[in-house]
């Protein structure tokens, strides 16, 4: 049986190279949060979440599918966390916990099953912005659906509360300006996705991250 350390060691290992390339974009700024930064926290109701976003919540992970693609959120240069858990009900007794190696939280590692339904094929296992699918089927998700399970505001206009044209928003794949619907990209592996809102940060990461 595969520990939860185990479990932990094996996602650290899935990451490959990453790099950063350096954009020109504007520079307008965000309206500044009234108390410290962005948050975004994980719902409370990550299955009721799940269902919304059109995916079956399941007992365990299933790996026949498993991808991974990579979300960096900016609000005026500053990184937004994506929290860890999201699609995953840490409630579960069934569901294991732990800390990363910089001490935040880790959700996974479900063996033996819950006894209902505790996990989404597309969640979050740590704040590393690594948005996980682990299916019975290859079929990619999309940046909406996590959204959705996010419990996020994403419209082609809005992030959250943040909206245009008060409000730049520029989105980024591997490093590229995506015009289109930013709820239809793909969750392909090793895709990077960046969200920037207001004033950009010095570069925009255009690779999945390494380590």
């Known amino acids: 049986m595969k520990t939860w350390g185990a479990y932990l060691l094996v996602l650290a290992l899935a990451g490959c190279g990453g790099g950063q390339t350096t954009i020109a974009v504007t520079t307008a700024t965000a309206p500044t949060p009234s108390v410290g930064a962005v948050q975004w926290p994980a719902p409370p109701n990550p299955m009721q979440l799940t269902r919304k976003a059109g995916l079956v919540p399941e007992t365990h992970e299933f790996l026949k599918?498993?991808?991974h693609s990579h979300l960096d959120i900016f609000v005026n240069g500053?990184?937004?966390?994506?929290?860890?858990?999201i699609g995953i009900d840490i409630a579960n007794p069934a569901v294991h916990s732990g800390t990363a190696t910089d001490g935040s939280p880790a959700y996974g590692g479900i063996d033996p099953p819950c006894a209902e339904p505790c996990i989404s094929p597309l969640h979050t296992h740590?704040?590393?912005?690594?948005?996980h699918t682990e299916s019975k089927t290859a079929k990619p998700n999309t940046l909406g659906q996590f959204f959705v399970e996010w419990d996020v505001r994403l419209t082609p206009s809005c992030v959250g509360s943040f909206c245009k044209p008060k409000t730049p928003i520029a989105i980024y794949v591997d490093g590229d300006r995506y015009t289109g619907d930013p709820r239809a990209i793909g969750l392909e592996n090793l895709r990077e996705i960046a969200v920037v809102i207001g004033s950009p940060p010095a570069s925009i990461p255009s690779k999945f991250p390494s380590g």
């Open 65 to 67: 599918y498993h991808v």
């Open 78 to 85: 500053t990184p937004v966390v994506v929290p860890a858990g």
């Open 126 to 131: 740590y704040e590393d912005g690594i948005l």
